[in-house]
């Protein structure tokens, strides 16, 4: 079992930067890929951003790519996620997520459905 606890979220006016963490415990020796989606009301869980076991490689949605970055301290079995730039349509509830088998394709690091563990959630409510 892997716990993950996100915290970091809040409100913030266009424009503006939060940064989410994600700190995970248990059987950390077994996550592989960390990852970031958001759901918004009445809409779909989605992808955000995500990183490899090693940092060697990050992946992001195209809505985010260039304002958000995703980084991870090994050490400290968490994981970063740096927004900036917020736009209303950030608004959501941020999930921190790992893979515990390894992927290799973007395609496979993105998808929710492979994501074995999940946080409880973090609030983000960016204002125009």
């Known amino acids: 079992q892997v716990q993950l606890v996100e915290s970091g979220g809040g409100l913030v006016q266009a424009g503006g930067s939060l940064r989410l963490s994600c700190a995970a415990s248990?059987?950390?020796?077994?996550?592989?890929?960390m990852g970031w989606f958001r759901q918004a009301p009445g809409k779909e869980r989605e992808f955000v951003a995500a990183i490899t076991r090693s940092a060697g490689t990050v992946y992001y949605d195209e809505a985010v790519k260039g304002r958000f970055t995703i980084s991870r301290d090994n050490a400290k079995n968490t994981v970063y996620l740096q927004m900036d730039s917020l736009k209303p349509e950030d608004t959501a509830v941020y999930y921190c997520a790992v893979q515990t088998a390894s992927y290799s394709t973007r395609v496979l690091v993105t998808t929710t459905r492979l994501y074995d563990y999940w946080g409880q959630g973090t609030q983000v409510t960016v204002s125009s």
């Open positions: 248990g059987r950390t020796f077994s996550i592989y890929a």
